[in-house]
C-alpha cells in the first residue's frame, strides 16, 4: 500500500467514526511508530469509545454493512470489550476495538492531536502506550515497552507519570523491573 492510500483509508475511516459521534484514538503498532520507535505492521488498530454503547452498536452494524466482508469479534478476551476488523479500499486493515476498562477510555480521550501528512489524528499519549503495553504483555508488548520507555527515559516528568499511570494499571513491578533494566 502506497502512502497515499494509507492517508486516504485513514480519513475516510475517520470521518466514518465522526459520522457516527465515535471519538477513537490510534493505538497499537503504528502508534508505536508515531512516537519514535518505527516496528513493522500491517494493520492499524483504534480504540474507539461512544458516551451511549447504542451508538457503537449502531457504528459497528453501519460498518459491517459497508464493508460486508469484514470480520466481527462480538465477545473477546483482555482489555478488548468487542472489535471489528474491516479492510478498507487499498488494502489497509483497520481494527476497531471498544474498551473493556475506563481507564482505556480516559487514554483515549486525553490523547493528542498528531500531525499524519495533512491529517490530524488522536494518538494515544507516549506514556499511556508504554503502560498499556506494559499492561498487555506478552512478548511483543513488553519489546514495545521497553523501546518506547527509552524516547523517555531523561525526562524525569514522564517518567513519573508512567509510574503513577503503571501503578493505577497493577504494572509498577514490570516498570521497575524495565526502569532498572540495562540498555
Known sequence: ????????????AQKEA?????????????????WGT???????????WHPDRTGLDRFFRALREAYPESD????????????LRVAYPGGLHINWIEPRYGWQVEMLQRAP???IGRTALPVIDVVDLIA???KAGGA????DASNLFQT???????????QDVASRLRVDRKLTRLIHAKR
Do not use: W
Not at 1 to 12: D, I, Q, S, T
Not at 140 to 143: E, H, I, P, R, T
Not at 152 to 162: A, D, E, H, M, S
Open 1 to 12: 500500500m502506497r502512502y497515499r492510500e494509507f492517508l486516504a483509508a485513514l480519513r475516510k
Open 18 to 34: 465522526a459520522q457516527h459521534g465515535v471519538q477513537l484514538c490510534l493505538i497499537g503498532g503504528m502508534a508505536v511508530s508515531v
Open 38 to 48: 518505527p516496528r513493522a505492521t500491517n494493520d492499524v488498530d483504534f480504540l474507539i
Open 152 to 162: 523517555i527515559r531523561g525526562q524525569p516528568t514522564l517518567v513519573q507519570r508512567l
Open 132 to 134: 498499556m503495553k506494559l
Open 113 to 115: 492531536l498528531i500531525q
Open 140 to 143: 511483543k508488548g513488553d519489546a
Open 72 to 83: 466481527y469479534f462480538p465477545i473477546t478476551e483482555g482489555m478488548i470489550a468487542r472489535s
